[in-house]
């Protein structure tokens, strides 16, 4: 606390400091061919850090240093200007187009940059890109947009995450990149409105991610939210959509007569008489289909208002919005709002004094289903439930299946029993003071919180599918003779205090230098509180509530909670010298310390340097006409991965709740002890990363080319080695074991104009190699991803081969004679129409040893394709993206339950010689484990997605001028609108649960396909 | 540079150096660290108290992932015997159980391994207590108490390994990391430690008669006595073992259940011929959650269908003939078509879907006595009978026999026997001095398996008695391999081979 207070005093002791002379700038930047406003053109005063936007009427406003200051106007798809000052007010600048964008600033850590002085490797998306296509998440917007950087939804889920990967998974543990939003070090981006959002960088090599130190080595993505610029006319723009989302696919499965005859066959081939209600399969016709009772139409809206006002010396930007989605697997249960707030402002105090503040307040609503898993999932249970049995009785209540039992349960049911609900409001918030120390010293000293409350509240209330009271025949799961409620409340805290401090200067001989050094210390507090009761007095959602219960004096509400704390310091300089217009050097070292770290490893250093090769004045270059730019990059450096250590990891911490009952009244009485041992060598997991590139830009601008090659190491991972079992304790997590990944990135562009027609078309593509190189002592193979319905963890990693590999056995098709079968002797339980299980190690035994890799749930490569046209009014955006060569792993079925229902490739089962040689034989006793793990479930999960396809159209001008608006623009879209697949399941985009299981379906919520009207207005 | 910014720059310097003191010393805000417990009475109690947690496993994470693997007593000591088999929903549900049940299993099953490291995880936590409690300040009678307690479940588990696995390594302390590779001592040592374990135990702990009802369940002096007995007869140590039951069945601090049935009923837990039980309480646990506090046992026994179990443990036909005509403690043993199981329903196939024709019925329990925390497969709350005192009486009973004292060793079989027969005379006739010799030694094996049918002993006691080879034949039983488990292969890696294999695997 006494730091703080140091922290605000501090703060307020710079703002009453010093107000000196400076000079404000005024304009209007227009474009060269047609005379049009330029909105969102980047204004700096050359050798400064100065700058400044414009508005949508092309205005700016910038403070400058100097009355001769060189102003610098930058645009994406615009050659820069450079204009002198001249003692001028009012200066004006018309842009030519130029496609290439090469002078543009993009934002890195601690700093601005021109693309053209770039050393590392810096993936960007724009305004521009982010709001083109309706996305419903922030993450979305970097899907298919960067090159290396692989998106995929952990579930179709309004709400869900997504997961990340920046140049491949390069840890065992967290792979998650570091999100850094106007400075703030943040979990998570979900609370943001991604219209709100004006950049996104992504900084993909260690150079670029070293200033980011422990926490940089998944790479680091940058977002700036928008702020208004000075003296800018008041501004209000509105955005709005609504969607209605579909499931775009069922899979195809047994209906009930085919079910019937399947059945029969298995518990015949089992030995047992056919069951009465099957005796007759074609009877039972079509029967139910699950998918239909589950899945459903679903709208989505969203309205989106901002407002921008600029005075002499200050901006404010205001932003609000409203999200809402419902789910197209049960509706409003499975519903995700948010509410968003945002003030930017930004004030001067004198010309030597800046301050801002940020200001976010996010409210989010979500209602959620159980999703992605094998036993309770209401999307695996629809898969999974009998067709014979009819999801409603005549009389409208809901039935149970007399088929099957234990986890698979009527899922119409689950969809209206389900009360989970989750609430979340969240303030991030900062505020931070500039001042020129000199006219190239700057100090900046920032300071914010981020504070969330987030409300877990569940209740299950008690039902009976039961045919009358005690129906004796209805199966566990469809019964609750209890309700329950839990009720949590969760805080998470954190500060960060950074002051940094910028040097900036032009030397005489054309050279030009920058320093950033800074420091930063970040503290964590997160407390829970979790509250039960069963037995409440009202079975109705809305008393659900702890002090509601029936039997208050017998049975009190149990409750938990715990809280936890972590601290971080960095410091940080960076060092760019730029040598004459040819080389630009860059060399950053930060040392960042954690408490989480353990006591003999508190600090560690993380170094990098950087070189960018501006080759277009070389003669053998300038005198190609087609080549415009060329540029070589090189860089190396070392970042850590340290996000994914828990608190005190590095200590042995003594739980209480080593319990045991005694007496005769059963008591719970307190045991306490150590459970892991301590390691008090655990530090961050390091990412040395060596990368090659190569910018150029050819044909007047019209093609454009970026190509990467990198290599990436992580060495110190963390991982579990397993100790002797006499040890005792369990194992912690040890700084061991090593991954590499290394790929090429292309990213190519190309745009044109002809008369009215504007056209552009790009692609990136991406090929990445991933391999763990070492274990540990002993190199013991870690496996997991539990797949129930075949019993069996089926993910492996293990030197020598990529994370999280699909592992099992080997098949060779089907055995169709019994003499096969019997003179295969590795097999003693196989007969006629059982799989034949590879015997690899040739022993005579198929068994656990001749599991082999089955499957790679990494992707060859993955791609973007973006198109864009416009034609006077009206634009077109067609966006694809795509994965190949994944594996996916179909672990949906309860093959383990004998009466799931199936897909219909069970009905190409053998059933006689020469029948088939894929699937076997249907048996309930199923003596040869035919469904055991194997590359039967494992299927190519390549495909390519039609994500976005637009058609806009932007009212003319005349007739807004009539209506006293701005600009309007009306778009139709399709999120979804084709997949391109060959996998046999709901969603080829199966995300990961964990780092350690990928591509795992285990009834994987699909996402929706969406068709949206939309439209925005600026007034 | 003016003096104003020099004095900016001077407060920088300060703030970022203030800054950097102990800002990284973020201590728990809940619980303690290895290093600072241990300090009272009630940290004893509580590390105490931790060494009987470990008792309660039965469905245990492998060590490091996220694997689940169950090593109940049952699954060996009765699937891998001739008593019953292991059911399921077929074959490939715990397949690695059907091998061992068929002599085929190999080490590099998780059922082995989980075997191993819950009892070695068990030994830690003993080995931490009798390692730090000495130094505690504390009342002494308490102290040796504790010290009693952890002796004498350490003593339990390598009891357990010592009859899994034969020579074992013997760890007696907690192991730094260059100590954490070692070799396995021979049965002998782990045997000797075990009797040296249970004797400290026998002289600290109270008697039975001595705890309050609130300490129902903690360690005695006749859990430890009955341990022990059972150590020397698993030697065929015959005098020690016949001396130490005689001591428990004079103490005057057990007698046995009149109704047989009841001893596997609710209110038969903890009863008065309850000598060492493991604890369980009713829980949730169909999430798979919080798996100490209840038994998996009930629903892994418990027959499939309506009845909500997995179906697991089905007692054979073979098992099912060893008891003599009327004998009651079939009716308490085994469930057969057309029985009550309880408020469940009536038993039929059709019900169960599934073939067979008995279940086990001493863990059963009724639906409307499980938790009532609204989870459809609850956790029960089923103790765990490990040594009851019919158990010492028989073991009585063979030792004397062994001892040449045959009217002693019919004498505590018709103990036995006259209890089970519930008072009817026609039932279950008291051996005579007819039956002698080996026939005798027969009656008291006859008398085990059905007086402790299901309960987890029988595997152990053939292999115990050399007849393995015989009863388990059809299994594919081989001599000189089988009579223990084979070693789990991780370990012996994992030990850099300073373990060796068993014979056979």
Redesign the interface.
Known sequence: MK?LL??IN?VF??MV??FSQGKAVTGVVTAAEDGTALPGVTVVEKGTQNASFTDLDGNYTIQVTKQDAILVFSFIGYTPKNVSVAGKDAVNASLEMDVAGLEEVIVVGYGNQKRSKISGAVGTIDTKEITSLPVLRTEQALQGRAAGVQVTQNSGQPGSTQSIRIRGTGSLNNAEPLYVIDGIPSAGIDYLNPADIASISILKDAASAAIYGARGGNGVVLITTKTGSKNQKPQITYESYYGMQEPWKYMALLNAEEYGILMNESRSA???LPLEALSNPSALGEGEDWQDEIFQRAPMMNHSFSFTNGTESSSTAVGGSYFVQDGIVGGEKGRFERYTFRINTRQDAGDKFRMGQNINFTHLDRSALAENNEFNSVVGRALNMDPTTEAMRPDGSYAYSTMI?SDIANPANQIALNNDFWTTNRFVGSVFGE?D??SNLK?RSTMSVDLSLGSHRVF?P?YDLGIGPND??????E??????LMLGENKWSNWQ?E?T?TYDKELSNGDDVQVVAG?S?LNNLSTNFYGFR??LASNDLQYAYLNNSLNAQEQAPSASG????????G?FVRLNYGLGDAWSLSGTVRRD???RFGVNN?YGIFPSVSAAWNMTELPWVAEKDWIDFLKLRASWGQNGNADGIG??DY??????G?????????????????VNT?NPDLKWETVEQTNVGIDADLYDGKLNIVADYFVKSTNDMLA????????????SATNVASAKNSGVEFAVNHRNQVGDFNYSIGGNIAFIRNEVTDLGE?G?P???G?VFGI?D?VAYTEIGQPIAYFYGYETDGIFQTDEEAAANTSLP?AQAGDVIFVDQNSDGVV???DKVMIGNPHPDFTYGINMEASYKNFDFTLFLQGSQGNDLLNGAFRY???TTNLPVAALERWTGEGTSNLYPRIS????N?N??ISDRFVEDGSYMRIKNVQLGYTLPDNAMQRLKIGKCRVYVAANNLFTFTQYSGLDPEVGTRGTLEIGIDRGFYPSARTFIAGINVNF | MNQKTTLIIGFLAVALVACKQEFLEVQPLVGSTEANFFQNADDAESATIACYNNLQQEVTNIQGSAQLAPHFRWYFGDICSDDSHKGGSGDGDEPELFLFENFSGNSSSKLVLAEWQVAYRGIAYCNLALDRIPGIEMDQQDKDRFLGEASFIRAYWYFNMVTMFGDVPLILGNLAPSEYQQARSSSNEVWAQIEADLTFARENLPRRSELSIAETGRATWGAASALLAKAHAYQEEWQPCNDICLDVMTSGEYYLDPDYANIFTESGENGPGSIWEIQYMNASGGNWGNQLEGSFTNVFQRARGQFGGYGFNIPEQNFVDEFENGDPRLGATVFQVGDQMGDRGVFSLEATGMPHLYYSKKFFINASDEAPFGDPNPNGFSNDRVIRYADVILFHAESAYHLGNEGLARNSVNIIRSRARGGNQALLVSLGTDVTGPDLLDAIYHERRVELGMEGHRFFDLVRTGRGSVELADWGFVSGTHEVFPIPEVEITLSGGLITQNNGY
């Open positions: 730091k140091i922290a501090f002791a710079i400091t010093a089992a030995g047992l039992d001042y120390i000199l100090f299950s008690s004796p025949d209805r199966p566990a799961y019964w609750r003779e209890v309700n329950g205090w002051n401090v420091y210390a069963d037995s715990g809280t936890t704390a972590s601290a971080f310091v410091q310390g954690s408490s508190r608190n005190f200590t042995s911490l003594v739980y209480n080593l319990n045991y009952t005694f007496g005769s009244e059963q008591v719970q009485t307190n045991g306490a002890g150590p301590s579990v080695v397993p100790l002797p079992g006499v040890v005792g304790f369990l194992p002993g013991q870690v496996a997991t539990s019993g963890l339980n068994d656990s040893d383990d339950l004998n309930h006793a199923d003596p484990q469904n055991r």
